[in-house]
């Protein structure tokens, strides 16, 4: 019996922390069609690999390289030679599109695919850099690239900012594994509220911590804040709860991978991400779903994209921390609502964001676009 070639495809990530994009790379690695894809994992390691435990246990065909360190140059090569031997790659992340794309241009592979997840959105670089990023993205990857995938709307914009074809571009959502997940009733009266995420500027944590600050002045019964995620700022955002006497009841638990104790710990959550165009597709959003957490939104241009067709969601200005305390204050006090939020949210993300629609999305795009796809 002839034993059918499978569609060898690597999909590059750079570093692998615990983060919404990790657990869907993860997820979409693990999930598209084993008898017909052989799927590797390509992690370009800088300094993030907290998620490590996380890939192992959802995929367990992965490679680690290290292009950035500068006595390791003959990763680059390390990265060629994987690329030789891979049918198509998929990249997630604009400096692992820009690396990819120069390695694809320059050896001319064919099946070369880039995906838009924030990067160019929330402009990962400074100064020179981002000059150079951009000019290599527009005049390099968006010429060469066999195709690049948005998971919104707006990120399907900065694509063509950057010189992307629109013909090259497919726009495929953020997926989430759904599960029959029951939400134990909070019996108490005593409310925790909970961030989970980035600790950047971007995220506008902030804006949650000094809502909470004027909350605890006014409901007691909202007792605590809990704030899940690391980054650049963290240390910034203790001091500020330090200096508003709140140390006691605002909790930094750092990054988590154990989802269901950490939703399951709170009442509320807040995504408090900023209105100037720094946000693609907060993972987190389809999390508090699965989970059953009524969440506060953002008023943003790409959360109401996603949440398009709902009524029951709670909008903030992202700018104004006494309409956040106000928002949660009303929510808490109307239990009916908070039920009446949930139930939508779960319908809609089943019927919009299902892992399995998502896949079975990627699967149509790759098997359209990848040229000698095999079957």
């Known amino acids: 019996m002839k034993i059918k070639k499978k569609n060898n495809i690597g999909i590059i990530v750079r570093d692998f922390n615990i983060g919404g994009i990790q657990r869907f790379v993860s997820h979409l690695a693990s999930n598209l069609n084993n008898e ?31 292009p950035y360190n500068k006595n390791n140059i003959l990763s680059f090569f390390w990265l060629k030679n994987i690329l030789n031997k891979m049918d198509s790659s998929i990249s997630f992340g604009l400096r692992s599109d820009l690396m990819v794309g120069i390695l694809s241009k320059i050896f001319k592979y064919n099946n070369y695919f880039v995906t838009e997840r924030g990067g160019r959105i929330n402009r990962v670089a400074k100064g020179p850099l981002r000059i150079i990023m951009f000019l290599l993205d527009k005049y390099i990857v968006s010429k060469i690239c066999t195709g690049a995938i948005s998971n919104s709307e707006l990120g399907k914009d900065f694509l063509i900012k950057n010189g992307f074809n629109v013909s090259k571009i497919k726009v495929i959502p953020n997926g989430i594994k759904i599960s029959n997940y029951e939400r134990k009733i909070n019996i108490n ?18 804006v949650l911590i000094k809502a909470f600050n004027i909350i605890r002045k006014q409901n007691n019964s909202i007792q605590k804040l809990v704030i899940a995620g ?57 999390e508090h779903w699965k989970y059953k957490v009524p969440v506060l939104l953002s008023d943003i241009k790409t959360i109401r994209t996603i949440t398009n067709g709902m009524n029951k969601a709670i909008y903030f200005n992202p700018d104004d921390h006494n309409d956040l305390a106000k928002k949660i204050i009303n929510l808490v006090s109307n239990k009916k609502q908070m039920s009446l939020m949930v ?12 892992l399995n629609i998502v896949i079975n999305q990627y699967h149509d795009y790759l098997k359209n676009n990848i040229k000698g796809f095999r079957i």
């Open 36 to 66: 017909i894809y052989n799927i590797f994992i390509v992690i370009l390691v800088k300094k993030e690999m907290n998620g490590l435990n996380m890939l192992k246990s959802i995929h367990k065909k992965y490679i680690i390289i290290n």
């Open 189 to 206: 009266k005593n409310y925790t509220i909970g961030y989970i995420g980035r600790l950047e500027e971007f995220k506008n944590v902030e």
């Open 230 to 286: 690391d980054g650049t700022i963290k240390y910034k955002l203790k001091n500020i709860t330090k200096g508003i006497g709140l140390k006691n009841k605002i909790e930094f638990i750092g990054f988590t991978n154990d989802l269901k104790n950490y939703y399951e710990s709170i009442d509320i959550g807040v995504i408090p991400s900023k209105s100037d165009g720094t946000e693609s597709f907060p993972n987190v959003l389809l």
């Open 343 to 354: 139930k939508e949210a779960n319908i809609y993300l089943k019927n919009n964001f299902d």
